[in-house]
């Protein structure tokens, strides 16, 4: 087995250091640098970055990208310079947007190499030095103080109340509190309590340990390793895209040939029909949906940071509101990453909400006021005060012990005055033997009295006596099963319990030794959890009725997640909880098919993470993963939107997609809501221009079939699309979301941008209006044998109407006069925009001639607004027809989720 690769938190101390062939003296200068060839520096690899030019050259691969590049091309070959300056905008615009966004990828192992600390304190050759951390090898003897930031992965030798914060690497915000004892070698890293790694930070105590892995093999360094395996893929949004490209594409060319053999058939001139032919393959793409899909995606970034999230991927942005499944971490996610004083158990009383408590009778709440006062005295975390005073103090201290000190401040103690009155005169620092803190104080009228905290269980074994109300009475067994019930209890909330004892001393005494320790007054317990969020558990309900599944991972133990998940509603029977050893005796395949079941994950790994939302992702849902951690990061990066919450690490911010301003859950649904209106608006701006494109088609390919000269000229199809539907487009763009926008399921993966409804819409109403128009142009032709009349009576149907349809389009779940339908005032001003100008198609000489148009009368312009209705009171009844069969579907899939 290579060095990577063995474990030493199942070897004590001196098998690890005789592995090493070291003791606590340390390294000499010799074998440091031959351990440096072997091991190399302990820094985390640099991944070769991508030119800058390949990242350019990648915007360009978009099939959608592509055929408007070939459209530029041949507009310009036939003289259309205006029409091809626009496609080519639209292409540069992409183009630029695409480089900068992924330019940041190349910043996610960058910010893993910032965790590491700047030196290190070792002992060399019997002599302490401070050295660049880079110089660390395995074998060295790491020396480690409170504040210390650990700078690679190493087997602790000896300890002094030690403990540390292992969040960075494992998500969980617990004091972690060491040992030195050896660990079953199947331990997942949060056991592994004899050992440091490296990112972590030191609480409090001091250490020695020997150092067993560097850069690349430590912990992190496998994170790093994965992170840069990590695939992140094409978003669903760029997908759909790109199959709506190619189906555009192929539909494009498979029309142009047939109008083209169609018109030469029919007697054409063969150029004439070509360049027609062009222009309607031209006006068939949608050159004006890249830049609108970019400016819908900037603004709905606008408004996502608006609710507090930082999109930092222009597709996130949308992808966000197709997702399916929610993997979320608990602590700093669901939990607010602090811990709390939530229970306090004595003899007589029981208080679940301390700040709610005063001590406006100091007779009924004497039994908590003393267990809070004991808390606050045996305990080494203190206030750092500011000069603004307490409202702006820092608790500084492990985590249990800030909780404590808190709780006795949130019912009205002076922690200052309480100090004083007792002082300290000697400690017992807690260890994992002893499994106690006991403090020596000075009492002002009982001489000297200890006060001890620890587990439960011990603190109980050393009591003969019971405090009830100020009296000590005898701890009987009945006394004694009232409290183990009330322990229970709040074991199976997933609470942390520390048991409160007292005795008074004699005045002469000056130091204390744990059997001193002994009949021993029980003051009560006190249960600590890391609290949830506020307003947790109706975002949850939220996201269950927006058809959302949110699952929890954590690497906490099971009955801590188990209590949690049932707090914000999550289904939690057996069969849905998975830990992390029961994860590892799974295949990916056995994964994949019990992913649906599972709800809630507990004591898992980076790895176990990234398996988690591969398998999501084999039943083909959009999978969003928050995280905060360095753990998180190649989960983030894998997922099909990643978001980071703003409290958390570089690296994991880095790796992200979205980042939580405020680390609040019902972020996430607002930010999923937003994402939904971005959709939505793309998919109207899509309807919106395929509609138009088709319809003229349809209306040129009629003619072509009937012999009829053609209805339009290349320069009025251009008009068309460029200024007819130009300004309602780009007001689509910022259409508001619809009403009830969460109240519908997620999307399917597989359903594409122009779903059947949709396409069946634009199918029907290019048949219609292409109907409707030629006949039109029949009779003018007739009965007028005037071809400029009779295309300018074509050209103005056509044009009024796409700046009536898009009225209708923009709310396809509601009837067209139906409330907010004035509500995009943009889109009001679009229209006004587009009407105007086509006026002066008509009626300014210049452009007439260049639009090859007659004035119209008040018939003419009667006949092209009949037609307009017409088309749109066909629209409406469709929309009548799919949203009675969606209602019914809706209401389907609701009583199956109930």
């Given at each position: 087995m290579s060095?990577?690769?063995?474990?030493?938190?199942d070897l004590s101390?001196?098998?690890?250091?005789?592995?090493?062939n070291?003791?606590?003296?340390?390294?000499d200068?010799?074998?440091?640098?031959q351990?440096?060839?072997?091991?190399?520096?302990?820094?985390?690899?640099?991944?070769?970055s991508t030119?800058?030019?390949?990242?350019?050259?990648?915007?360009v691969?978009?099939?959608?990208i592509?055929l408007l590049?070939?459209?530029?091309?041949v507009?310009?070959i036939?003289?259309?310079t205006?029409?091809a300056m626009i496609?080519?905008?639209?292409?540069v615009?992409?183009?630029?947007?695409?480089?900068?966004?992924?330019?940041?990828?190349?910043?996610s192992?960058?910010?893993?190499?910032?965790?590491?600390?700047?030196?290190?304190?070792?002992r060399?050759?019997?002599?302490?030095?401070?050295i660049?951390?880079?110089?660390?090898v395995?074998?060295?003897?790491?020396?480690?103080?409170?504040?210390?930031?650990?700078?690679?992965?190493?087997?602790?030798?000896?300890l002094?109340?030690f403990?540390?914060?292992e969040?960075?690497?494992?998500?969980?915000?617990?004091?972690v509190v060491?040992?030195?004892?050896k660990?079953?070698?199947?331990?997942?890293?949060g056991d592994r309590?004899n050992?440091?790694f490296?990112?972590t930070t030191?609480?409090?105590g001091?250490a020695e340990?020997?150092?067993?892995?560097t850069?690349?093999n430590?912990?992190?360094g496998?994170?790093?390793?994965?992170?840069?395996?990590?695939?992140?893929g094409?978003?669903?949004?760029?997908?759909?895209?790109d199959?709506?490209a190619r189906?555009v594409?192929?539909?494009?060319i498979?029309?142009?040939v047939?109008?083209?053999i169609v018109?030469v058939?029919?007697g054409?001139?063969?150029?004439?029909?070509?360049t027609i032919?062009v222009a309607?393959?031209?006006s068939a793409?949608?050159?004006?949906l890249v830049?609108?899909?970019?400016?819908?995606l900037?603004?709905?970034?606008q408004?996502?940071?608006?609710?507090?999230?930082?999109?930092?991927?222009?597709?996130a942005a949308e992808?966000?509101?197709?997702?399916?499944?929610?993997?979320?971490?608990?602590t700093?996610t669901?939990?607010?990453?602090?811990m709390?004083v939530?229970?306090?158990?004595?003899?007589?009383?029981?208080?679940?909400?301390?700040?709610?408590?005063?001590?406006?009778?100091?007779t009924?709440?004497s039994?908590?006021?003393?267990?809070?006062?004991?808390?606050?005295?045996?305990?080494?975390?203190?206030?750092?005060e500011n000069d603004?005073?307490?409202?702006?103090s820092?608790i500084?201290?492990?985590?249990?012990?800030q909780?404590?000190?808190?709780?006795?401040?949130a019912?009205?103690?002076?922690?200052?005055?309480?100090?004083?009155?007792?002082?300290r005169i000697s400690?017992?620092p807690?260890?994992?033997?002893?499994?106690?803190?006991?403090?020596?104080h000075?009492?002002?009228e009982l001489?000297?009295?200890i006060?001890?905290?620890?587990?439960?269980?011990k603190i109980?074994?050393?009591?003969?006596?019971?405090?009830?109300?100020?009296?000590?009475?005898?701890?009987d067994?009945?006394?004694?099963?009232?409290?183990?019930?009330?322990?229970?209890?709040?074991?199976?909330?997933?609470l942390?319990i520390?048991?409160?004892a007292y005795?008074?001393?004699?005045e002469s005494?000056e130091?204390?030794?744990e059997?001193?320790?002994?009949?021993?007054?029980?003051?009560?317990?006190?249960g600590?959890?890391?609290?949830l969020?506020?307003?947790?558990?109706?975002?949850?309900?939220?996201?269950?009725?927006?058809g959302?599944?949110?699952?929890?991972i954590?690497?906490?133990?099971?009955?801590?997640a188990?209590?949690?998940?049932?707090?914000?509603?999550?289904?939690v029977?057996?069969?849905?909880?998975?830990?992390g050893?029961?994860?590892?005796a799974m295949t990916?395949?056995?994964?994949?098919?019990r992913?649906?079941?599972?709800t809630?994950?507990?004591r898992?790994?980076?790895?176990d993470?990234?398996n988690i939302?591969n398998?999501?992702?084999?039943?083909?849902?959009?999978?969003?993963?928050?995280?905060?951690g360095?753990?998180d990061?190649?989960?983030?990066k894998t997922?099909?939107?990643?978001v980071?919450?703003?409290?958390?690490?570089?690296?994991?911010k880095?790796a992200?997609d979205?980042?939580?301003?405020?680390?609040r859950?019902?972020t996430?649904v607002?930010?999923?809501?937003e994402?939904?209106?971005?959709?939505?608006?793309i998919?109207?701006?899509v309807?919106?221009?395929?509609?138009?494109?088709?319809s003229?088609?349809?209306?040129?390919?009629?003619?072509?079939?009937l012999g009829?000269?053609?209805?339009?000229?290349?320069?009025q199809?251009l008009?068309?699309n460029?200024?007819?539907?130009?300004?309602?487009?780009v007001a689509?763009t910022?259409?508001p979301?619809?009403?009830?926008?969460?109240?519908e399921?997620?999307?399917?993966?597989?359903?594409?941008?122009?779903n059947?409804?949709?396409k069946?819409?634009?199918?029907?109403?290019?048949?219609?209006?292409?109907?409707?128009?030629i006949?039109v142009?029949w009779?003018y032709l007739?009965?007028?044998?005037?071809?400029e009349?009779?295309?300018?009576?074509?050209f103005l149907?056509?044009?009024i109407d796409?700046?009536?349809?898009v009225f209708?389009?923009?709310?396809?779940?509601r009837?067209?006069?139906?409330?907010g339908i004035f509500?995009?005032?943009?889109?009001l001003?679009?229209v006004a925009?587009?009407?105007?100008i086509q006026?002066?198609?008509?009626?300014?000489?210049?452009?007439s001639?260049?639009?090859?148009?007659?004035?119209?009368g008040?018939?003419?312009?009667?006949?092209?607004?009949?037609?307009?209705t017409l088309v749109?009171m066909v629209?409406?009844?469709?929309?009548?027809?799919f949203?009675?069969?969606?209602?019914?579907?809706?209401y389907?899939?609701?009583?199956a989720?109930?």
């Amino acid at each position: 087995m290579s060095d990577s690769m063995k474990t030493f938190y199942d070897l004590s101390a001196e098998e690890a250091l005789k592995l090493f062939n070291c003791t606590e003296v340390g390294l000499d200068e010799e074998v440091i640098e031959q351990r440096l060839i072997k091991y190399g520096r302990n820094v985390l690899p640099e991944p070769a970055s991508t030119p800058w030019f390949v990242l350019l050259f990648n915007q360009v691969k978009s099939f959608l990208i592509i055929l408007l590049i070939v459209a530029a091309i041949v507009s310009y070959i036939l003289g259309d310079t205006a029409d091809a300056m626009i496609i080519i905008v639209a292409v540069v615009i992409n183009m630029v947007v695409g480089f900068i966004q992924e330019w940041k990828a190349e910043k996610s192992v960058e910010a893993l190499r910032r965790v590491i600390a700047q030196q290190a304190k070792v002992r060399r050759g019997g002599k302490e030095a401070l050295i660049p951390v880079e110089q660390l090898v395995p074998g060295d003897i790491l020396l480690l103080d409170a504040g210390d930031k650990v700078p690679a992965d190493a087997r602790l030798l000896k300890l002094n109340d030690f403990t540390t914060n292992e969040a960075p690497l494992t998500g969980e915000s617990n004091e972690v509190v060491k040992s030195l004892e050896k660990i079953d070698a199947s331990a997942v890293i949060g056991d592994r309590v004899n050992m440091v790694f490296l990112g972590t930070t030191v609480l409090q105590g001091s250490a020695e340990a020997v150092v067993t892995h560097t850069g690349v093999n430590t912990e992190i360094g496998k994170i790093a390793a994965l992170l840069d395996k990590a695939d992140s893929g094409e978003t669903p949004l760029q997908k759909k895209l790109d199959r709506f490209a190619r189906g555009v594409g192929i539909a494009v060319i498979l029309i142009c040939v047939a109008l083209f053999i169609v018109g030469v058939l029919v007697g054409m001139d063969p150029l004439e029909i070509f360049t027609i032919s062009v222009a309607v393959a031209v006006s068939a793409i949608p050159e004006g949906l890249v830049v609108a899909v970019t400016v819908i995606l900037a603004l709905g970034m606008q408004r996502i940071l608006k609710r507090n999230a930082l999109v930092r991927n222009l597709q996130a942005a949308e992808t966000l509101g197709s997702t399916s499944v929610i993997c979320t971490d608990k602590t700093g996610t669901i939990t607010e990453g602090k811990m709390e004083v939530v229970s306090v158990v004595t003899a007589k009383q029981e208080f679940q909400d301390l700040h709610h408590v005063r001590r406006n009778d100091p007779t009924e709440l004497s039994e908590l006021i003393f267990a809070v006062q004991l808390g606050m005295l045996c305990n080494d975390a203190h206030v750092t005060e500011n000069d603004s005073g307490l409202k702006d103090s820092i608790i500084v201290g492990n985590l249990t012990e800030q909780a404590l000190l808190r709780a006795g401040m949130a019912v009205g103690i002076d922690h200052v005055i309480l100090k004083s009155e007792e002082p300290r005169i000697s400690t017992i620092p807690f260890n994992s033997k002893n499994k106690f803190m006991a403090t020596l104080h000075k009492h002002p009228e009982l001489g000297k009295r200890i006060y001890m905290k620890g587990a439960p269980e011990k603190i109980v074994a050393m009591s003969t006596q019971v405090r009830s109300g100020e009296q000590a009475i005898a701890f009987d067994d009945e006394m004694k099963s009232k409290f183990e019930n009330e322990f229970e209890k709040c074991s199976r909330k997933g609470l942390r319990i520390l048991g409160l004892a007292y005795k008074n001393v004699l005045e002469s005494t000056e130091e204390i030794a744990e059997q001193d320790c002994t009949d021993m007054i029980f003051a009560g317990f006190v249960g600590i959890k890391d609290p949830l969020r506020p307003n947790i558990a109706e975002t949850f309900a939220k996201t269950k009725a927006a058809g959302i599944r949110t699952v929890m991972i954590t690497g906490d133990h099971k009955l801590t997640a188990q209590a949690i998940a049932a707090e914000v509603g999550l289904l939690v029977e057996d069969k849905n909880i998975l830990t992390g050893d029961e994860l590892h005796a799974m295949t990916q395949e056995e994964l994949n098919s019990r992913v649906e079941d599972i709800t809630v994950y507990a004591r898992v790994s980076p790895e176990d993470k990234l398996n988690i939302i591969n398998a999501w992702k084999s039943r083909g849902k959009v999978v969003a993963m928050t995280g905060d951690g360095v753990n998180d990061s190649p989960a983030l990066k894998t997922a099909s939107i990643g978001v980071a919450l703003g409290s958390g690490t570089d690296v994991a911010k880095e790796a992200a997609d979205i980042v939580l301003l405020d680390d609040r859950f019902e972020t996430i649904v607002a930010a999923v809501e937003e994402g939904r209106g971005i959709f939505d608006n793309i998919r109207k701006v899509v309807l919106f221009l395929m509609s138009d494109s088709f319809s003229e088609v349809v209306v040129i390919s009629f003619a072509i079939m009937l012999g009829l000269p053609v209805p339009l000229t290349a320069a009025q199809i251009l008009w068309i699309n460029l200024v007819s539907d130009g300004f309602p487009s780009v007001a689509l763009t910022v259409d508001p979301k619809d009403e009830g926008i969460m109240d519908e399921p997620p999307r399917s993966l597989r359903e594409s941008v122009l779903n059947n409804e949709m396409k069946i819409l634009i199918f029907i109403i290019s048949v219609v209006t292409g109907i409707l128009n030629i006949l039109v142009f029949w009779y003018y032709l007739k009965t007028t044998n005037n071809l400029e009349l009779s295309r300018s009576v074509v050209f103005l149907s056509l044009s009024i109407d796409s700046l009536i349809y898009v009225f209708s389009i923009r709310q396809l779940r509601r009837p067209l006069f139906s409330r907010g339908i004035f509500k995009n005032r943009w889109l009001l001003l679009g229209v006004a925009a587009s009407f105007f100008i086509q006026l002066s198609a008509f009626y300014v000489p210049p452009l007439s001639r260049l639009m090859k148009t007659v004035p119209l009368g008040l018939r003419d312009w009667g006949v092209a607004i009949t037609i307009a209705t017409l088309v749109i009171m066909v629209t409406e009844i469709i929309k009548y027809i799919f949203n009675r069969r969606h209602r019914r579907t809706n209401y389907k899939n609701r009583s199956a989720l109930a």
